[in-house]
């Protein structure tokens, strides 16, 4: 079964709009957290913003927002004020067990426009 | 402080071919992983390793062996290359910090097995 899933194969936004990425996970862990990384067309994967699923409140990096909704085992990625920069593949991972192995969705590729 | 490099960046491999690909880290971290990447699958887990000296089998294992001899170096072996093993990937390690530490990837292989 699958451990993460990404709904939204592709999606454009607007420069200086806010985007709404999708992640949903199944686990029966208690702990477990949850990663999002962003892979531009070079390549390397970079890491943007983790939630513990502990966190009382959600998690904030810069434009980057993580919406947690914990029941719905849910935990969307918003970019706010998307630039032009921000056109790359995001994933979102879930981090299970004590040796930290981490379970990728399929990705959204997303688009900026000018 | 280079992170994490891997050897070879690309490579071209004949079926049945054997090689082998080498991650190192510089960040003297106890967690290092190994993964391949394909179009509209993410990243999957090929092996890991917990410590020198160990290593453990991730989701996809079959076709490929690793060791872990030195704590800064972790390779993938393909004993007998096949088509099915045309892949990006991707080395990972992390350290021993709390539940919120990050993987750090490297640039990635690009293997194409003909």
């Known amino acids: 079964a699958q451990k993460i899933t990404q709904t939204q194969p592709g999606m454009f936004v607007q420069e200086k709009e806010a985007v709404t990425l999708d992640c949903t996970y199944d686990?029966?862990?208690?702990?477990?957290?949850l990663f999002w990384y962003k892979q531009p067309s070079s390549g390397e994967m970079i890491f943007l913003i983790y939630?513990?699923?502990?966190?009382?409140q959600n998690a904030t990096e810069g434009r980057y927002s993580l919406n947690f909704q914990k029941a719905r085992k849910s935990a969307n990625l918003v970019i706010s004020a998307s630039q032009l920069g921000d056109s790359a593949m995001y994933f979102c991972?879930?981090?299970?067990?004590?040796?930290?192995?981490?379970?990728f969705g399929a990705g959204t590729t997303v688009t900026v426009r000018a | 402080n280079a992170g994490v490099t891997q050897t070879p960046k690309f490579r071209v491999l004949k079926t049945g071919q054997s090689m082998t690909l080498l991650c190192a880290q510089d960040?003297?971290?106890?967690?290092m992983y190994w993964y391949r990447q394909d179009p509209g699958m993410g990243l999957r887990l090929i092996h890991y390793?917990?410590?020198?000296?160990?290593?453990a089998k991730g989701e996809v294992p079959d076709g490929y062996n690793v060791s872990r001899l030195k704590k800064q170096n972790f390779l993938l072996g393909l004993e007998s290359a096949a088509p099915s093993q045309t892949s990006v990937y991707f080395c990972?390690?992390?350290?021993?910090?709390?539940?919120?530490?990050?993987?750090?990837f490297g640039p990635g292989t690009r293997l194409l097995v003909l």
């Open positions: 990972a390690s992390r350290g021993s910090g709390g539940a919120q530490e990050t993987q750090y």
């Open positions: 686990t029966s862990d208690q702990s477990y957290g």
């Open positions: 939630q513990g699923s502990y966190d009382e």
């Open positions: 991972a879930m981090r299970e067990g004590n040796d930290y192995k981490l379970s």
């Open positions: 960040m003297n971290h106890e967690y």
């Open positions: 390793s917990v410590g020198e000296g160990t290593t």
